[in-house]
């Protein structure tokens, strides 16, 4: 569009985004995102949501990607932007998947401070890189506090402790 001296506005950029992200063109998504807030415009929160879920779908195949994910997700959080539900779970699996557990339960527990309880995928998620990691005293202590855990994540944590020799805590 610059090559023809047409200056792309918001409408333009968000519109341009939001198919990239649609057809998994993520990383010239990402680059186009980049050039809208270096030439001033700002994006919906909407929009950012659109492209957090898109850029964590992506990092479950391309890992690299998860950290432009979570830089994009602080950056709204910092702008006090409304991130909604999915956002937060897709953002918590990617997470999970890259073995960052510590931010993980962070995002967690601070999507349930805003009003979002957790799915039970997010739960069995966590269940399940805890378990994988070994750490079943913060597996304990996630379920502990009234979050619900499914069939599954409850299967994971009796699996974790007969692995570990804990015959009477299962």
Request: hydrophobic share 40%.
């Amino acid at each position: 569009m610059r090559q023809i001296n047409c200056t792309p506005d918001r409408i333009t950029y968000t519109t341009l985004l939001h198919g990239l992200i649609r057809w998994g063109k993520i990383r010239i998504a990402l680059k186009t995102y980049k050039e809208m807030v270096s030439s001033g415009h700002s994006i919906e929160p909407k929009m950012m949501n659109t492209s957090i879920r898109g850029l964590c779908r992506t990092s479950l195949k391309e890992k690299d990607v998860l950290e432009d994910a979570h830089q994009l997700f602080k950056k709204m959080k910092d702008d006090f932007q409304v991130i909604d539900r999915s956002t937060y779970a897709l953002l918590i699996q990617a997470l999970c998947s890259a073995n960052m557990i510590s931010e993980a339960l962070a995002n967690l527990h601070h999507m349930i401070e805003k009003g979002y309880p957790p799915t039970p995928i997010i739960i069995d998620v966590i269940v399940q890189t805890l378990c994988h990691r070994g750490s079943i005293d913060e597996t304990s202590c996630v379920l502990g506090h009234g979050i619900p855990f499914t069939t599954i994540s409850f299967d994971l944590l009796m699996h974790e402790l007969n692995t570990q020799g804990m015959y009477i805590s299962a």
